[in-house]
């Protein structure tokens, strides 16, 4: 059972893998960005399970764990607030809010009582980061709804590289374990300075679009 898990951990990562780069490369908004972001999310939901499996039940890489609670975390939330489009307040949102930010103390809490067996830079960043975003998602709803505007869309963009470049760096920091901890860590820089590159592009492509001046009927 424990190679099963791994078989279908691995093929199905490797699959989201391919699927998140269609869904970074192709038009976004378009038939083929949606398509493949859809199934981008079924198989890094498959991803997630069969990692919690490998680490609940069967014991494995402890650390992966922090890697699953990120990339599920910024996914679930990525993918809320596409279909929201909007700061309004859902219990269900902040409930797996709060149980992610639990988790979160908990694994900090198991690592600081076994020592630092990974790099420690990897561990409070990764951790860090899933903080910083959850806490942006509180404050959120507290920003009025003419200033929030159309901020959705970048929270958007962010959060869905950031669950790519966290699988990504998961899958590295596993084939190439001789060179961490910059195998974990570089997939992550370049995911954010991607997701910026985007926020950015869409940024003044909608300002370009909002002073167009428009011709008489």
């Known amino acids: ?8 951990h691995i093929v199905a990562g490797a699959t989201a893998l391919l699927l998140g780069l269609t869904a970074i490369l192709t038009r976004k908004g378009g038939k ?12 890094l939901t498959i991803v997630i399970i069969t990692g ?9 890489n402890t650390f992966l764990l922090v890697i699953t609670m990120l990339s599920a975390y910024v996914a679930f939330s990525g993918y809320r607030v596409l279909k929201a489009k909007s700061n309004q307040f859902k ?24 020592g630092m067996i990974w790099s420690p830079v990897i561990i409070y960043s990764t ?10 998602d509180f404050i959120r709803y507290f920003i009025p709804a003419h200033r929030y505007g159309n901020l959705w869309l ?3 963009i962010l959060k869905m590289m950031s669950a790519f470049s966290g699988i ?3 899958f590295t920091g596993t084939v190439f374990p001789q060179y961490q ?19 950015v592009y869409c940024y003044y492509k909608r300002t370009a679009q909002s002073v167009r001046p428009q011709l008489p009927a």
Request: aromatic share 18%.
């Open 1 to 8: 059972m424990h190679q099963v898990n791994i078989l279908t």
């Open 32 to 43: 083929w960005h949606t398509w493949s972001g859809r199934w981008f999310l079924v198989l």
């Open 52 to 60: 919690l499996i490998g680490v609940l039940v069967f014991g494995r």
């Open 91 to 114: 219990m269900l949102d902040a409930g797996v809010a709060v149980v992610t930010l639990m988790t979160a103390s908990y694994f900090i809490y198991y690592f600081r009582s076994i």
């Open 127 to 136: 951790v860090g980061y899933l903080l910083m975003v959850i806490s942006y």
């Open 154 to 156: 970048y929270e958007h």
């Open 168 to 170: 990504l760096s998961a």
């Open 181 to 199: 901890p910059y195998s974990q860590f570089l997939p992550s820089v370049l995911g954010t300075l991607v997701a910026i590159g985007f926020m």
